[in-house]
C-alpha cells in the first residue's frame, strides 16, 4: 500500500543529487565572486575603500540568499531546480570571465 503525499525512493535520491549538486555550485559561486573581488580590476580599484567592503559583504549576501533559496526548494521536492542553479552559475562565471580577463 502506497500512502499518496509521501515521496518515492527514487524521488528521495534524486532530491539528495540535486541538493549535493547545488551545493558544489554554490561553493563555486562563491570562489567566484572571491576571485573577481581579488583581481583589482580597475573598476573596482576606481571605487572608494567603503564602496568595496559594502559592495563585497552586498555581494556576499546576496550570493548566500540565492545558495539558501536553491537548496531549500531542493529539499523541498523541487529537484529540477538544480538546471537553474547551475544556468546561474554558467552566467557568473561568464561575467566572471569577462572581468578577469579584462575584456569589461
Do not use: C, K
Not at 583581481?39 to 563585497?56: E, F, I, K, N
Amino acid at each position: 500500500m502506497t500512502v499518496p503525499n509521501r515521496p518515492t525512493q527514487r524521488h528521495s535520491v534524486a532530491v539528495g543529487y540535486a541538493t549535493a549538486i547545488i551545493f558544489l555550485l554554490g561553493i563555486a559561486n562563491f570562489a567566484i565572486n572571491r576571485a573577481v573581488f581579488d583581481s583589482d580590476h580597475p573598476l573596482l580599484a576606481r571605487l572608494p575603500q567603503v564602496s568595496r567592503a559594502m559592495g563585497r559583504r552586498a555581494a556576499l549576501a546576496s550570493e548566500f540568499a540565492v545558495l539558501f533559496f536553491a537548496l531549500l526548494l531542493s529539499v523541498e521536492g523541487w529537484p529540477g531546480f538544480v538546471w537553474a542553479y547551475a544556468l546561474y552559475t554558467i552566467f557568473n562565471a561568464g561575467a566572471a570571465w569577462l572581468i578577469l580577463t579584462r575584456r569589461v
